[in-house]
């Protein structure tokens, strides 16, 4: 399918950065301090703790930063010279698909961004300090605080991201690799797929509510399973 396709679109999710050592949020080793992230990432608890939520995110960052993109974020950041119309969409905040060297369409923000939590009107920006001097971090603009530039639980989606990502769903192939597909509006873009006609994929290790509908499973660890793909192709 791959060898024929043109337009191919990739939904990545944490377990495509989980043999960088970036811990996946659910299954082993996704607990916190013992905490869900429905827990810490949210609105509701950065207002009650912004200490515990900035402590939480500090750490997040210094693991992140001394991790490196694995095989599957190399092979999907080759890919785009190797179909027409291909697209990269990513759940993960963590960079390492950019440090791959292709900027996927993000659903959920950046963990090296920052903003305002005053909304004082100030742009995001950028902050790639680890660990952070001060915690937790201040808008420069406002002096108020500074929360992470990610879409928490409860929050909605930027619609033009969306909107490219949904329209990417219109392809030949829909590889959705690495996450457990119970987060939406990320969950439903396989099914979007599947509805339009393209031939799905899951690359996971276990099975995850996409696993019943997808045309394929491949069911190994997302770096093992793209670097088979592309040698094949
Ligand atoms: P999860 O932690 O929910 O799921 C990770 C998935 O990766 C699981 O299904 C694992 O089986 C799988 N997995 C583990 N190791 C793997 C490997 N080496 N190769 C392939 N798959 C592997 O992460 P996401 O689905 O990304 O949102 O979570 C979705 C969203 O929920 C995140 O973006 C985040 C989170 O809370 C926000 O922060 C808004």
């Known amino acids: ?21 970036v811990p996946t949020f659910r299954g082993t080793g996704g607990l916190w301090k013992s905490f869900r992230p429905e827990e810490l ?26 991790c490196r993109p694995n095989r599957a974020h190399e092979v999907l950041a080759s890919w785009t010279d190797r179909f027409a119309g291909y ?34 009107g100030v742009s995001a920006w950028r902050n790639e ?22 879409v928490w639980f409860g929050e909605g989606l930027d619609p033009r991201v969306v909107a490219r990502a949904t329209q990417s769903t219109a392809c030949d192939v829909f ?5 457990s597909s119970i987060v939406y509006p990320a969950a439903g873009l396989v099914h979007d797929a ?28 997302a770096e093992t399973v793209l670097d088979v793909l592309d040698r094949l192709l």
Request: charged letters at 20%.
């Open 1 to 21: 399918m791959l060898r024929s396709a043109r337009r191919v679109t990739v939904l990545t999710g944490a377990g495509v950065s989980a043999a960088s050592g």
């Open 41 to 66: 990432a949210t609105s509701e608890a950065f207002a009650r703790d912004p200490a515990l939520v900035w402590e939480w995110y500090d750490w997040r960052r210094q693991t992140i930063a001394a």
């Open 194 to 221: 599947h509805r339009r006609g393209a031939f799905t994929v899951e690359i996971n290790p276990d099975a995850t509510p996409a696993s019943a509908i997808v045309d394929a499973r491949l069911q190994d660890g």
């Open 87 to 120: 697209v990269l969409i990513t759940q993960n905040v963590d960079g390492l698909h950019e440090r791959a060297g292709l900027a996927p369409v993000r659903l959920h923000g950046s963990i090296w961004e920052l903003a305002c939590w005053d909304g004082c």
């Open 175 to 179: 590889i959705t690799a690495g996450t």
């Open 129 to 150: 300090d680890v660990p952070l001097p001060v915690r937790p971090p201040r808008c420069p603009e406002c002096g108020g605080l500074a929360r992470p530039g990610v």
